[in-house]
């Protein structure tokens, strides 16, 4: 590794063995040349991670005495310490993936990825919080860009997002416990999305929709579909290993409902109860060969490389009450999804279709 960044290294080898007690309060440091002998580097590099470690208040550098960690190590509460801390952290992973070969798309779609992940299981306070927008609701990857992007769209407000599946969403809609819902909830018997859903959940609420985009669902595919898989009736073929969304979900209530129509029962689809909570969970396990077919979005099969077959364009609304329209943070957002730049960053998704993207429908 080059010198330049060879420090943080060091500086942040020695800042998480003070943190975790193995260098201790009060204990000195390795002298400057003993430090050079074991990275195999200048003189120059070793006394600039020693200042980094001053920079954070960790250790204390004297001349005679050498330099010691502090006898209280400061709060790692929520501090420009703190802050300056995961900065650190998240430079030392980027240079040693950039070392490794791969690019900053590839670095932060795989950022990205990991972060629905962990939102697919987190639990977050159910309280309204200040200045943060409350996401529940369905798996979609323009929610996933809104939550990075949010503060450019309306500054001093942050997009904290849970997927659990459209039909949580609209159950945390009704208990308070969300400000905006994700949802793609197909109705069989209108031939419609989310409103007929809404109207039951919430009678007699007026209820407002955002439309975000329309999304290429379909199957996801090993790589040159090997299985030669065409259609819902060959996922409960012999030696098929289909993997499934949660219950719950609007693509499970999707495929529940064309299964029925169908006639396909489900105890003849192998790994019809193996469920995941985001298509890009769905996406990763077929990638690994764990899977050879899941109902997913097209742009989540693009992401993994893997092979796709379109089976319907669904309609992916974020729903609220109609008088948190007048919420200052997602005024901000209505505003900025009925501009050219939100359509622009959409249609950039495969699979997605940005027409009516920034419609606002109001139930009554």
């Known amino acids: 590794m080059e010198e330049k960044y060879l420090y943080r290294q060091i500086a942040e080898h020695l800042h998480q063995q003070i943190l975790s007690g193995e260098i201790k309060p009060g204990d000195r440091l390795p002298s400057v040349r003993e430090m050079t002998r074991h990275w195999n580097c200048t003189i120059g590099t070793i006394q600039r991670a020693y200042q980094e470690l001053v920079a954070q208040g960790l250790v204390t550098s004297r001349a005679g005495q050498g330099t010691r960690v502090v006898g209280q190590i ?195 689809i192998c790994g019809y109860d193996i469920e995941m909570n985001t298509h890009s969970e769905i996406a990763k396990t077929i990638a690994e060969g764990n899977a050879d077919v899941g109902l997913g979005l097209e742009a989540s099969a693009h992401t993994y490389g893997l092979d796709f077959t379109p089976l319907t364009c669904e309609k992916y609304d974020l729903v609220c009450h109609a008088n948190s329209l007048n919420n200052p943070a997602i005024q901000k957002l209505a505003k900025w999804l009925s501009t050219s730049e939100s359509r622009q960053v959409f249609s950039n998704l495969a699979g997605y279709v940005t027409t009516d993207t920034g419609k606002v429908t109001i139930i009554d």
């Open 74 to 268: 400061p709060d790692q509460g929520n501090t420009p310490l703190r802050r300056l801390n995961i900065l650190h952290r998240a430079e030392a992973f980027l240079l040693e993936v950039l070392n490794a070969g791969y690019t900053q798309a590839e670095i932060e779609e795989a950022v990205r990825l990991a972060l629905d992940r962990w939102r697919a299981v987190s639990k977050r306070p159910s309280a309204p919080t200040p200045n943060i927008v409350r996401f529940i609701g369905s798996h979609d990857l323009a929610v996933t860009w809104l939550a990075s992007h949010f503060p450019e769209i309306a500054s001093g407000y942050s997009f904290q997002p849970q997927f659990t599946g459209s039909m949580g969403g609209l159950i945390a809609l009704v208990e308070g416990n969300a400000d905006l819902a994700g949802c793609h909830l197909w109705d069989e018997e209108s031939h419609t999305y989310n409103i007929p859903f809404i109207q039951k959940l919430l009678p007699g609420k007026q209820m407002a929709l955002l439309h975000l985009a329309e999304r290429q669902l379909g199957l996801i595919l090993s790589p040159g579909n090997p299985l030669r898989i065409s259609g819902l009736k060959d996922i409960c073929g012999d030696g098929v290993r289909f993997i499934n969304r949660q219950s719950g979900s609007g693509t499970r209530v999707w495929l529940d409902s064309m299964l029925r129509q169908h006639g396909i029962q489900t105890e003849k």
